[in-house]
């Protein structure tokens, strides 16, 4: 079954990079170490196989409403361009530190 619910999430750099322009991260974000043509693949295959069955977008904030900002509009960075967290990110599961982006998903297919 699938709905037509959007999820909001919060992404890390890599993976806002990957939703909006299709360009997967430049090296591997666990080491650090340039990514060969293998290591792109993979991370690419990981993402893919972890998301499988959802489409992401990177989400636009509301304009501010008079309403207060709540703490889960403070995590998923509805209040801010960016903020850094150490939360994982909520599409590719990286534990680093780092800036985290506003980002909404739904289920697609089956
Ligand atoms: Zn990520």
Redesign the pocket.
């Given at each position: 079954m699938s709905t037509n619910e959007t999820h909001d999430a919060s992404?890390?750099g890599?993976?806002l990079m990957w939703i909006a322009n299709g360009e997967p991260p430049l090296s591997d974000p666990a080491t650090g170490a340039d990514f060969n043509e293998e290591g792109e693949a993979a991370w690419v295959d990981a993402w893919v196989t972890r998301n499988a069955g959802t489409y992401w977008v990177c989400s636009s904030r509301p304009t501010a409403d008079g309403e207060e900002w709540t703490d889960e509009d403070r995590y998923y960075g509805r209040d801010v361009e960016s903020c850094f967290s150490w939360s994982p990110?909520d599409?590719?599961?990286?534990t680093l530190g780092g800036d985290r982006h506003p980002a909404a998903w739904w289920e697609v297919g089956a």
């Open positions: 992404v890390c890599d993976c990110c599409a590719c599961g990286s």
